[in-house]
């Protein structure tokens, strides 16, 4: 492949075991350089502003903005660029959401080693490119209509991203300045949260984001 041809790929997963293994299968490749790798979604925005990138391979569980974030901001940044997907969860409203927000392949972890390659030449290359178990759920939801609404449906994409930092241990004062919101605002926003998820504590809160994968467990 000629170096014109060569695919620049940014790796953006907060796992540096993760990261390091799929450097590790891409610099075996010949046409493909990594350009980057970061750890969590503002550093994949940030580098996506100044740095050309072809195909971005994107965790959707990071701490801060997390993938889904991502997806909806850096196609502003690069029009032209694709992005692939790479997650451990497998779950019909991971995917449908990640479709919906502009993603172009889907990728288990389980499935990296043998598939990676092949996946980012096909979004590259303007194909969509799934893991044949996410394949499956699309073709389920085709022929069976709606997705079922799972516990944080009901959630705005603030809600979402104020109990993604809640699960991190964030406190009160440092979401409202990450947020660049009041404390009272987030107070109302956690008061929403445990209203409408039916929860009593904010221990509470931190299981059910652990349990539907807004956040890794510790």
């Given at each position: 492949?000629?170096?014109?041809?060569?695919?620049?790929?940014?790796?953006?997963?907060?796992?540096?075991?993760?990261?390091?293994?799929?450097?590790?299968i891409?610099?075996?490749?010949?046409?493909?350089?990594?350009?980057?790798?970061?750890?969590?979604?503002?550093?994949?925005?940030?580098?996506?502003?100044?740095?050309?990138?072809?195909?971005?391979?994107?965790?959707?569980?990071?701490?801060?903005?997390?993938?889904?974030?991502?997806?909806?901001?850096?196609?502003?940044?690069?029009?032209?660029?694709?992005?692939?997907?790479?997650?451990?969860?497998?779950?019909?409203?991971?995917?449908?959401?990640?479709?919906?927000?502009?993603?172009?392949?889907?990728?288990?972890?389980?499935?990296?080693?043998?598939?990676?390659?092949?996946?980012?030449?096909?979004?590259?290359?303007?194909?969509a490119?799934?893991?044949?178990?996410?394949?499956?759920?699309?073709?389920?939801?085709?022929?069976?209509?709606?997705?079922?609404?799972?516990?944080?449906t009901?959630?705005?994409?603030r809600?979402?991203?104020?109990?993604?930092?809640?699960?991190?241990?964030?406190?009160?004062?440092?979401?409202?300045?990450?947020?660049?919101?009041?404390?009272?605002?987030?107070?109302t926003?956690?008061?929403?949260?445990?209203?409408?998820?039916?929860?009593?504590?904010?221990?509470?809160?931190v299981?059910?984001?652990?349990?539907?994968?807004?956040?890794?467990?510790?």
């Amino acid at each position: 492949m000629s170096p014109a041809r060569t695919i620049r790929v940014l790796l953006a997963d907060d796992h540096t075991l993760v990261r390091a293994g799929v450097r590790h299968i891409l610099e075996n490749q010949p046409g493909v350089t990594v350009v980057g790798e970061v750890g969590d979604g503002a550093a994949a925005l940030e580098t996506l502003a100044h740095v050309a990138v072809d195909v971005l391979v994107l965790d959707l569980t990071m701490p801060g903005l997390d993938g889904f974030a991502v997806l909806r901001r850096a196609r502003a940044l690069a029009p032209a660029l694709k992005v692939l997907v790479l997650s451990m969860h497998a779950e019909q409203a991971y995917v449908t959401r990640a479709v919906r927000e502009g993603a172009d392949g889907y990728l288990l972890k389980d499935s990296a080693v043998d598939d990676l390659m092949a996946a980012i030449e096909a979004v590259r290359a303007g194909r969509a490119y799934f893991s044949p178990k996410i394949q499956r759920q699309l073709t389920d939801l085709v022929r069976g209509g709606a997705p079922a609404a799972g516990p944080l449906t009901p959630l705005t994409e603030r809600e979402r991203e104020v109990l993604q930092r809640i699960a991190e241990g964030q406190s009160t004062k440092e979401i409202a300045a990450r947020l660049a919101i009041s404390a009272r605002t987030v107070e109302t926003h956690r008061a929403n949260l445990m209203r409408k998820l039916d929860v009593r504590s904010l221990a509470q809160l931190v299981r059910l984001a652990i349990r539907e994968g807004l956040v890794d467990a510790p």
